[in-house]
């Protein structure tokens, strides 16, 4: 008899989980799937629009009140866990990733690597790293270097994922594919029976979100009309088979 699905989502920074799979979230923990949220770089002074404290103390506890009440929306029993690492900008002054990894940032890589190899026991999401941002990038390095002993899934990071063409995003999960050796497929779990309305739901984080970035991620919802998951087929059927009983009895 199959164990039944635990998820874990790996999310580079408060925000980019439910950016990217609020519908998906709000499915599986409806469905009693038991839902962890792992936040990495969580100390933070970065915002999207102006706020009233930019300390980063002030804004680091910001975001995590936002956080918290995005998953209460979506269902009180959603464990968050904030690994609270200093973000890109306060490490190292830069965002996107134009050279290969620091000695800094390996050591970030083998400290998630390791803390995901102790703590995951079920179904890992974790963000394909378009957009070269470094934490993105650092996560889906230490994920890499753990597939082979773990369940693993990607998601489209937004917005980065709506600046992009189908061709190039393609190009990227080809490069994914070579670093992994293996075949990766996609699926988009659609509109029907969400539950929340996914605008309304990110906007709770309302010191990152501006109308330029809203309607990017909800045009990228509209594209796919819902939310694109790669990954090998074995695994996506995990998640399909969860979702599917959702499904019938909503």
């Not at 989502?9 to 609020?22: E, K, Q, R, T």
């Not at 002054?93 to 970030?108: C, H, K």
Request: glycine share 4%; aromatic share 6%.
């Amino acid at each position: 008899m199959n164990e039944p699905l635990k998820l874990y989502i790996l999310s580079p920074h408060i925000d980019d989980a439910a950016f990217g799979l609020a519908l998906t979230i709000s499915k599986c923990a409806n469905n009693n799937i038991p839902v962890t949220i792992i936040n990495c770089f969580t100390v933070t002074r970065w915002t999207a629009i102006p706020v009233e404290n930019k300390e980063t103390i002030a804004v680091s506890l910001l975001r995590k009140s936002e956080d918290a009440a995005f998953y209460k929306t979506l269902n009180e029993n959603i464990n968050i866990i904030n690994l609270d690492l200093l973000d890109a900008p306060l490490r190292n002054g830069y965002i996107f990733q134009e050279q290969p990894f620091r000695q800094n940032e390996l050591d970030l890589i083998e400290e998630l690597k390791n803390l995901l190899e102790q703590n995951v026991d079920g179904l890992l999401l974790c963000p394909l790293g378009i957009g070269s941002h470094i934490d993105h990038a650092i996560c889906r390095a230490a994920v890499v270097q753990l597939y082979v002993n773990l369940d693993v899934l990607f998601y489209e990071d937004l917005p980065y994922a709506k600046r992009i063409s189908h061709q190039q995003l393609e190009l990227h999960v080809k490069k994914l594919e070579e670093d992994l050796g293996v075949s990766l497929v996609n699926n988009t779990d659609g509109l029907l029976n969400c539950g929340i309305d996914k605008e309304q739901a990110i906007r709770l984080y309302q010191s990152q979100m501006n109308e330029d970035i809203a309607s990017e991620i909800i045009a990228h919802l509209n594209d796919l009309k819902g939310e694109r998951i790669w990954g090998e087929e074995t695994h996506l059927n995990k998640l399909r088979t969860a979702l599917q009983k959702y499904e019938s009895d909503y």
